[in-house]
């Protein structure tokens, strides 16, 4: 009988040892889960919406009623004027205004910015380019100018390449607010060429393939950035 007992014993020992070496695994398991979340997170953010987030922000001090207004021109309110400023001009259609990580983006189609090969402005855009200056003197924001192409050369003595021909249509655009009055260190003049196409396609070639398409990407954008 004596025997029985001291050999339970013995069982619940190995037992309790077994449990006691247990505790290390689940800190291990909770160490895994939050760094999971950690990079989750940080994955999620590289991909957050600036105008969306700022828009979610307003609503939810709307709700609470605590929200205070700021003095900083927000994002959205950029984004929000220059959808009022296309739909007043009845440009649906023809200028555009998107949002990103990156920023705010306010998209002019060559067609009415430039002429063919031609980096001069046309003076019928005045008005327009005028309309977005007020967004420029109330905001902080670091301001780039892109020149867009389509993919085919172009070669002439004021622009052997796209290249030339895109970055002097940015910079054209810069000048003219700077002439308005808006600080030049505010500014990016950026000439990508044919290398970043708005049109749909798998390779440039593909976004380039029909006249729509060449019209799309042929365009200047003014983006109000999250960061220089």
Sequence with gaps: MAEEVVKKRKKFEIKDDVD???????????????????FVLLFSMSTIDPVKLEQ??????????GRKKTEKFSLAEIYKEVANVIEEENLKGVVEVETSPKGVSIILPSNISF???????????????????????????PIAIEGHTDNEP?????????????????????RFYIARGIPADRFQAVGLSYTRPK??????????????????????????????
């Design 56 to 65: 979610f922000s307003d609503s939810i001090g709307d709700a609470l009623g």
């Design 115 to 141: 002429a063919s090969g031609s980096a001069n402005l046309n003076p019928n855009i005045y008005p327009l380019l005028n309309k977005f200056e007020s967004m420029m003197q109330k905001s902080v924001f």
């Design 199 to 228: 049109a749909r396609g798998a390779t440039v070639a593909e976004a380039n393939a029909t006249s729509e398409k060449r019209a799309t990407n042929r365009r200047v954008e003014i983006y109000f950035l999250t960061m220089r």
């Design 20 to 38: 006691e070496a247990e505790p290390w695994l689940l800190t291990y398991g909770d160490l895994m889960t939050l760094l999971m979340t950690f």
């Design 154 to 174: 172009i070669s002439s003595p004021m622009f052997p390449s796209n290249w030339e021909l895109s970055s002097s249509r940015a910079a054209q655009v810069v």
